[in-house]
């Protein structure tokens, strides 16, 4: 079954660098997601992307985060310059146009990110 | 309570016996899934419910939807020791609408 592969799977910098996370996400599909789960708390929304632009976003969110599609088939997350409490797991998803936005999403095993 | 709250929080039971969690929500939703999620683990999507049914069954699963009530059950049956896992419900507000609002998770043990 195809899926959403993530690279890298752990990542580790210092606090104000910037860091760049990959998703290659399922070839067909064209809604994508990042989601991020700070450990023991929930899955958190971050941003969905369609259509090369950003569809929704949340408060989190903010000037710090930008995400890009450079080609067809990479879709990444930029945190320009980290933070301690930046650190979680971060989680690329994205759906099938045969499926509304939102519905089954086809989550990546996450890039773990740690802050120090 | 906030948008999707699971309970129980952890729930541990003997294999082949069944599993329920709950879930509960505060604002309408336009559909309800459910996620699992093996430790380390991205989630897996098992089952969407939409705002207009009220049961649905994919195997050896089975989701109910209380609208008037906003909760939601998710009852694994003859459970197995890959079962073990934690479970998600997840919201969404409006059709179209691009976020997703996940609860806290249920975490399931399933002992042999």
């Known amino acids: 079954e195809p899926e959403v592969t993530q690279t890298p799977s752990h990542q580790v910098t210092q606090m104000g660098q910037e860091v760049i996370l990959r998703c290659v996400p399922i070839?067909?599909?064209?809604?994508f997601y990042w989601y991020r789960q700070i450990l023991g708390q929930k899955v958190e929304f971050l941003v969905s992307?369609?259509?090369?632009?950003?569809?929704?976003k949340s408060e989190i969110f903010d000037d710090q985060f930008s995400v890009e599609r450079p080609d067809g088939s990479n879709f990444t997350l930029k945190i320009r310059s980290t933070k301690l409490e930046d650190s979680a797991m971060y989680f690329c998803a994205s759906s099938s146009p045969r499926d509304s936005p939102n519905e089954k999403l086809f989550f990546g095993s996450g890039t773990q990110l740690s802050v120090l | 309570s906030q948008q999707g709250e699971e309970d129980p929080q952890a729930l541990s039971i003997q294999e082949g016996e069944n599993a329920t969690m709950n879930c509960s929500y505060k604002t309408s939703i336009n559909n309800l899934q459910w996620y699992r999620q093996n430790s380390g683990r991205g989630l897996v999507h098992l089952i969407l419910?939409?705002?207009?049914?009220r049961e649905k069954h994919s195997g050896r699963l089975r989701v109910t939807l209380d609208t008037s009530k906003k909760s939601s059950s998710l009852l694994i049956t003859a459970s197995r020791a890959a079962d073990t896992a934690s479970y998600f419900c997840a919201t969404d507000k409006d059709q179209g609408a691009q976020k997703l609002v996940f609860g806290q998770g249920t975490r399931l043990t399933i002992n042999p």
């Open positions: 992307f369609y259509n090369n632009e950003i569809s929704e």
């Open positions: 419910i939409r705002s207009n049914e």
């Open positions: 070839s067909n599909h064209l809604y």
